[in-house]
């Protein structure tokens, strides 16, 4: 039996396999890197959506409750306490369950939070302060309800800042998210407008600044860098003006 002649068998030669090799793990390489990157992107998108949610609703609720600031209460008192709220931090008060009998609210709790019988549970949401809590390492949009059961509720986790800015009239201005706050307000004619004391406002512009932090570190694989988005509501004290209503 005739055996085959091995030196016409064709292989692959030593220089040839390295450089498979090489070609093969620049590949694996380059596409570890790409997952790692939308492994990443996803990751920090994901967080940014949910603080996103959060904060808007949040948003939404302080607007609302602000512009509710001073119902029933003596005007011309807006029903910010000006002693306690300021560019980081707002107090408001109302009378909302005044004219409400359809309910269980007792007569001294109908009769407003300045009455000293009123009740905790019974005159809810009528004397609220927002604020952001930076107590231990945390950072969260708070609602401290003075007449609640549950005194306090957190309305967004991850906010870096919030600002209060108060004005006797409507205003435009210029958004800064990088420094998380409001430039240059004008009035309707054009003309710079300066703030004035929480007890004179007419108008709150609102700013919450939230932070989405990096994903991965600088250098690595899909590094992702961290950025701020501000969210901002403008508020008009409907109380504090009720012949424009």
């Known amino acids: 039996m005739q055996q ?62 602000i512009a509710n600031s001073g119902f029933n209460l003596t005007n011309p008192d807006n029903g910010i306490v000006a002693a306690d709220s300021n560019a980081q931090a707002i107090r408001i008060r109302a009378n909302l369950n005044k004219f409400d009998t359809t309910g269980t609210f007792s007569a001294a709790a109908r009769r407003g939070i300045g009455d000293p019988l009123a009740a905790a549970g019974e005159d809810a949401g009528e004397d609220v302060t927002y604020f952001v809590n930076t107590a231990e390492n945390t950072n969260y949009l708070a609602r401290w309800d003075q007449l609640a059961v549950t005194l306090v509720a957190v309305l967004a986790n991850r906010v870096d800042t919030v600002g209060f800015n108060y004005f006797d009239q409507k205003v435009t201005y210029t958004q800064d998210p990088p420094n998380c706050q409001i430039t240059n307000p004008l009035n309707a004619a054009g003309v710079a407008q300066a703030p004035v004391t929480p007890d004179k406002a007419k108008f709150v512009v609102v700013v919450v600044c939230m932070g989405t932090p990096q994903v991965g570190t600088p250098g690595s694989p899909g590094f992702q860098p961290g950025f701020r988005t501000l969210l901002i509501s403008d508020v008009a004290l409907r109380n504090s003006r009720l012949n424009k209503y």
Do not use: W
């Open 4 to 65: 085959p002649n091995k030196k016409n068998q064709a292989g692959f030669s030593l220089m040839e396999l390295l450089v498979s090799l090489t070609i093969t793990l620049v590949v694996m390489s380059i596409a570890v890197t790409m997952i790692a990157r939308t492994l990443n992107v996803r990751t920090r998108e994901n967080e940014h959506v949910d603080e996103l949610g959060d904060v808007q609703r949040a948003l939404n609720i302080m607007s609302r409750e």
